[in-house]
Nanobody, 124 residues
Framework: QVQVVESGGGLVQPGGSLRLSCAAF????????IGWFRQAPGKEREGVSC????????YYSDSLKGRFTISRDDAKNTVYLEMNDLKPEDTAVYYC?????????????????WGQGTQVTVSS
């Protein structure tokens, strides 16, 4: 059964860092892409970053490039999202999602399986 589980959220002060994890179960990252999305209260879901299967090509939202880094540990079948210099506007529920493909996309409806989400709150 294909499943993704997020962890690593929490409360952090502005300027701080967090590392989110997306553990993959029931499938291989060699064939499935992983996307990170977030949704803040009252706002639409937005794509944050994604990593393709195979060669691991990555994508970042332009507004987040330089602060967030996505990476993959094939041995642990886990994808990470390192978030630095966090700002209050980064506060949201962060979701990881997957579908079988070579290349990832920031288009949410393409993703077939979603995690439950992990809350990230940036506040002093």
């Amino acid at each position: 059964q294909v499943q993704v589980v997020e962890s690593g959220g929490g409360l952090v002060q502005p300027g701080g860092s967090l590392r989110l994890s997306c553990a993959a179960f029931g499938f291989s990252l060699d064939y499935y892409v992983i996307g990170w999305f977030r949704q803040a209260p009252g706002k639409e879901r937005e794509g944050v970053s994604c990593i393709s299967s195979g060669d691991g090509t990555v994508y970042y939202s332009d507004s987040l490039k330089g602060r967030f880094t996505i990476s993959r540990d094939d041995a642990k079948n886990t994808v990470y999202l390192e978030m630095n210099d966090l700002k209050p506007e980064d506060t949201a529920v962060y979701y990881c999602a997957t579908f079988r493909s070579v290349y990832c996309t920031d288009y949410g409806p393409s993703y077939e399986y979603w995690g439950q989400g992990t809350q990230v709150t940036v506040s002093s």
